[in-house]
């Protein structure tokens, strides 16, 4: 079994609608954190909420995190490396991520918590109109 599986195995983490494997950690009245995780060849679907999320590097390879303000132009970094190992997404951006590598597996804290009424995933095969990468 691969480490990833294994992961998602030991952590009971299960399909996220956006992509991907997730199981919530915590929740309070403040603040909900998840651990997620993407596989090589998963991808995180352009989503983005209406509170802010930061994201966590935990462990694997690093990920890439695809923005857009606009719906138009984007830009990406990586977390996972160069000491970089959390980035925060605001308000209504949309996002997307994908594993440079085997795996990587993250945590992502939204204060206040996390409800799925605050999601928007993008229609299927929607990408910010300049996006030209293949996620």
């Given at each position: 079994?691969?480490?990833?599986?294994?992961?998602?195995?030991?952590l009971?983490?299960?399909?996220h609608?956006e992509g991907?494997h997730?199981?919530?950690?915590l929740?309070?009245?403040?603040?909900?954190?998840?651990?997620?995780l993407?596989?090589?060849?998963?991808?995180?679907h352009?989503?983005?909420?209406?509170?802010n999320?930061?994201?966590?590097?935990?462990?694997g390879?690093?990920?890439?995190?695809?923005t857009s303000?606009?719906?138009?132009?984007f830009?990406?970094?990586?977390?996972g490396?160069?000491?970089?190992?959390?980035?925060?997404?605001?308000a209504g951006?949309?996002?997307a991520?994908?594993?440079?590598?085997?795996?990587?597996?993250?945590?992502?804290?939204?204060?206040?918590?996390?409800?799925?009424n605050?999601?928007?995933l993008a229609?299927?095969?929607?990408?910010?109109?300049?996006?030209?990468q293949?996620?």
């Amino acid at each position: 079994m691969s480490e990833a599986d294994q992961l998602i195995k030991d952590l009971r983490m299960v399909p996220h609608p956006e992509g991907g494997h997730f199981i919530e950690c915590l929740r309070n009245d403040d603040v909900s954190i998840i651990y997620y995780l993407l596989k090589k060849h998963e991808k995180s679907h352009w989503h983005r909420l209406t509170k802010n999320e930061t994201l966590h590097f935990y462990k694997g390879d690093p990920l890439t995190i695809y923005t857009s303000k606009d719906g138009d132009s984007f830009s990406s970094l990586n977390i996972g490396e160069k000491n970089n190992f959390n980035f925060t997404i605001n308000a209504g951006t949309w996002f997307a991520m994908k594993s440079n590598g085997e795996y990587s597996l993250i945590g992502c804290a939204v204060t206040p918590p996390f409800d799925y009424n605050d999601f928007e995933l993008a229609p299927p095969n929607w990408n910010p109109t300049k996006f030209n990468q293949y996620l």
